[in-house]
C-alpha cells in the first residue's frame, strides 16, 4: 500500500534539471512540495543505467528522510555499441562532442538515443519505482547550436529532423525530451 506523497525531494546538484522537473509538475497540477537536494553519490561501473540509478538510489536510503528521487540520462549511439552510454559524463568532459564526431568520422548509420531513467523511493516502501524516458535520433555531422548542454550540439531528434537539441528552445526540447518523458511516467504514476 503506497501512502499519499505530501513531499518529494529529487536529488541533484544539476539546477538545470531540477528547474525543468519542476516545470513539469506546475504544469501538471500536482499538489505535491517539491524540494531539491544536493547530496554527493557514487558512481557505479555498471552496464546499464537503470543499475546506476537502482544503486544510487538504494545507497542514500538512510541518510535522506520521505520520499524521494534521482534522475540519470545517457547517451547511446548504436554504431558504437550503445558508448558512452552509462560513461556519457566522463566522455562528455574528456573528449566532448568533436571527440564522438570524430569516432563517427565515416560512418553511415548515425541512429542514437538519449534514455533517462527515474528512481524513486517512497517513504517506508522497500520497492525502488523506476520510470523511463527515451528520444530517438540521429549523430549530427557537425556541431551545431549553443543551447542547451552536453550532448545536445551533436544530436537531431527524429521529431525535429531539420534542427539539433541546441538549435531549438528549451520548450520545444521539452516536448520531445527522454527527461520529460521519464518525468511524464513518474507524474502519472503519483497521479
Ligand atoms: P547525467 O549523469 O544524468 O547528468 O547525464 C550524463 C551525461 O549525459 C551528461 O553529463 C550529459 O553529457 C549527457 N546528457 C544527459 N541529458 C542530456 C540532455 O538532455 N542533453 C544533452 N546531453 C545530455
Redesign the pocket.
Known sequence: MIELIEKLTFISG?KHKFSEIQSYFKEAKLSIKLENQDFKMIEPQVDSIESVADYKLNSIKEKIDGSYFI?????FIDELRGFPGVY??YV?RTIGNQGILRLMRNVKNRASR?V?IIALHIQDNPETFIFKGTVNGKVANEIKGNL?????PI?IPNENPDYT?AEISTKKKNLI???SRAVHNLIEFIK
Do not use: K, L, V
Open positions: 544539476n534522475e540519470d540520462a545517457g547517451f556519457s559524463a562528455n538519449f533517462s542547451g548542454f552536453g550532448f545536445d544530436f537539441f525530451s527522454h527527461r
